[in-house]
């Protein structure tokens, strides 16, 4: 028997549901139904970066799926800061707007989840009551627990992870330096060669993060707060900066502003680098055209920042149950195994293989990887994320040093 396209989906969003239902309690299960019921008609305000049109491709996709499965709309707010959704329900709090705020789901991690905990922001907890969350083994993948160190208790539902990587034309370069301190030496040798994006952009502020952990004597102290040791912890960074700088693209007076702009400057043989959070970036790049086939991936020799992200419900959204009912398809199977491939975004799923049902598996299994993308041993270790207090005194200090 054939089926289309839709009743393809329509069973593997069932099988995704069954898989899930048969993980969670009775209870919980009719908390759910009853949910899904008060969601259907309601428009869900999702305040999310949109920086990458392959992601808001990605998230009109989900848009669709969500309205014809469970009758709630998506409208995506698309914000060049995620600081900035963080500033509207701080600025509804204070104007005692506590009801019929006007973000319903905010895609966050970091110090701007850290200031939303903080501040008592947050609706939830909202993982426990999620079905889709049950696909997820917390106690191996504690990291979707853990926000840039701060725990998250139920506060925000995981729907993506991350890890930072290099990429380069191996037609160009054919022996890619490994270490931040190599990177520093070749781009003394080859002037106008390397660049990054300026702090506070997230892939800016990561690579400064990355240096520091090479060359920080104890790499430990950054998962604790940032005290009276910054200036003593941070000192090698700014020695490192004051050094590579002028040897930047442009001499360190400009620089892209995010992934794509990195791409575009590779592409054109401006740059012999680029940064991605996206291990599949290289390889979607050269599905889309936008880099030559000659195009690879590498990680440096010690690991590289890697993160999960996460979207959260403000505690004031006028519409949360149709965000809760958007944050567990994030979860699905179907969200994740389309989100992970590299023809559409690359981004890797924080779902645990053995907790699908074989329908679900399969998904994965049909991927394919991609001639850029590494393979999960070849992306080697992890580095946790500092604790957010490092990323924002880091921007402000390289700000006040590089920023004019």
Same mark, same amino acid.
């Given at each position: 028997?054939?089926?289309?396209?839709?009743?393809?989906?329509?069973?593997? !969003?069932?099988?995704?549901?069954?898989?899930?239902?048969?993980?969670? $309690?009775?209870?919980?299960?009719?908390?759910?139904?009853?949910?899904?019921?008060?969601?259907?008609?309601?428009?869900?305000?999702?305040?999310?970066?949109?920086?990458?049109?392959?992601?808001?491709?990605?998230?009109?996709?989900?848009?669709?799926?969500?309205?014809?499965?469970?009758?709630?709309?998506?409208?995506?707010?698309?914000?060049?800061?995620?600081?900035?959704?963080?500033?509207?329900?701080?600025?509804?709090?204070?104007?005692?707007?506590?009801?019929?705020?006007?973000?319903?789901?905010?895609?966050?991690?970091?110090?701007?989840?850290?200031? +939303?905990?903080?501040?008592?922001?947050?609706?939830? $907890?909202?993982?426990?009551?999620?079905?889709?969350?049950?696909?997820?083994?917390?106690?191996?993948?504690?990291?979707?627990? !853990?926000?840039?160190?701060?725990?998250?208790?139920?506060?925000?539902? $995981?729907?993506?992870?991350?890890?930072?990587?290099?990429?380069?034309?191996?037609?160009?370069?054919?022996?890619?330096?490994?270490?931040? +301190?190599?990177?520093?030496?070749?781009?003394?040798?080859?002037?106008?060669r390397v660049t990054y994006p300026a702090p506070p952009q997230?892939?800016?502020?990561?690579?400064?993060?990355?240096?520091?952990y090479e060359l920080v004597e104890t790499p430990d102290a950054?998962?604790?707060?940032?005290?009276?040791?910054?200036?003593?912890?941070?000192?090698?960074?700014?020695?490192?900066?004051?050094?590579?700088?002028?040897? !930047?693209?442009?001499?360190?007076?400009?620089?892209?502003?995010?992934?794509?702009? !990195?791409?575009?400057?590779?592409?054109?043989?401006?740059?012999?680098?680029?940064?991605?959070?996206?291990?599949?970036?290289?390889?979607?790049?050269?599905?889309?055209?936008?880099?030559?086939?000659?195009?690879?991936?590498?990680?440096?020799?010690?690991?590289?920042?890697?993160?999960?992200?996460?979207?959260?419900?403000?505690?004031?959204?006028?519409?949360?149950?149709?965000?809760?009912?958007?944050?567990?398809?994030?979860?699905?199977?179907?969200?994740?195994?389309?989100?992970?491939?590299?023809?559409?975004?690359?981004?890797?799923?924080?779902?645990?293989?053995?907790?699908?049902?074989?329908?679900?598996?399969?998904?994965?299994?049909?991927? $394919?990887?991609?001639?850029?993308?590494?393979?999960?041993?070849?992306?080697?270790?992890?580095?946790?994320?500092?604790?957010?207090?490092?990323?924002?005194?880091?921007?402000?200090?390289?700000?006040?040093?590089?920023?004019?």
């Amino acid at each position: 028997m054939l089926f289309s396209e839709s009743g393809l989906k329509k069973i593997m !969003l069932a099988v995704g549901l069954l898989a899930a239902f048969q993980l969670i $309690p009775p209870a919980q299960a009719q908390e759910w139904s009853q949910i899904e019921q008060k969601a259907r008609g309601q428009t869900v305000y999702w305040n999310a970066w949109g920086g990458d049109e392959a992601i808001n491709a990605y998230i009109r996709w989900v848009g669709e799926r969500v309205a014809a499965d469970y009758g709630v709309t998506v409208e995506h707010v698309k914000l060049a800061d995620t600081a900035d959704a963080v500033r509207k329900v701080v600025a509804e709090k204070s104007a005692g707007r506590n009801d019929g705020g006007s973000v319903d789901l905010i895609w966050i991690n970091g110090e701007n989840f850290k200031a +939303m905990k903080d501040q008592a922001l947050l609706h939830g $907890p909202i993982t426990d009551t999620l079905p889709n969350y049950a696909l997820i083994d917390t106690k191996a993948n504690p990291a979707v627990e !853990l926000d840039f160190t701060i725990p998250t208790e139920g506060l925000e539902s $995981p729907w993506g992870q991350a890890k930072l990587v290099f990429i380069y034309d191996n037609a160009i370069v054919q022996d890619p330096p490994k270490t931040m +301190m190599a990177l520093q030496a070749y781009a003394l040798a080859h002037p106008g060669r390397v660049t990054y994006p300026a702090p506070p952009q997230f892939l800016g502020t990561t690579f400064l993060k990355q240096a520091l952990y090479e060359l920080v004597e104890t790499p430990d102290a950054l998962l604790q707060p940032a005290g009276d040791n910054f200036e003593s912890v941070t000192a090698p960074l700014w020695a490192y900066l004051d050094k590579i700088h002028p040897a !930047l693209w442009r001499e360190g007076r400009d620089y892209p502003d995010g992934d794509d702009a !990195l791409i575009r400057l590779l592409d054109e043989g401006a740059v012999d680098f680029a940064l991605s959070f996206h291990p599949g970036r290289a390889s979607s790049a050269i599905t889309q055209g936008l880099l030559p086939d000659t195009a690879r991936t590498f990680v440096l020799d010690g690991g590289t920042i890697g993160n999960t992200h996460y979207v959260a419900i403000p505690y004031n959204a006028a519409h949360k149950e149709g965000a809760m009912v958007l944050a567990n398809f994030l979860l699905s199977p179907e969200a994740q195994a389309h989100k992970q491939d590299p023809d559409i975004w690359g981004d890797m799923t924080v779902l645990t293989m053995d907790k699908l049902a074989p329908e679900g598996r399969a998904l994965f299994d049909a991927l $394919p990887r991609g001639i850029a993308t590494l393979s999960p041993a070849e992306l080697g270790p992890t580095l946790p994320e500092p604790h957010p207090s490092w990323m924002t005194r880091i921007e402000n200090k390289w700000l006040e040093r590089y920023g004019s």
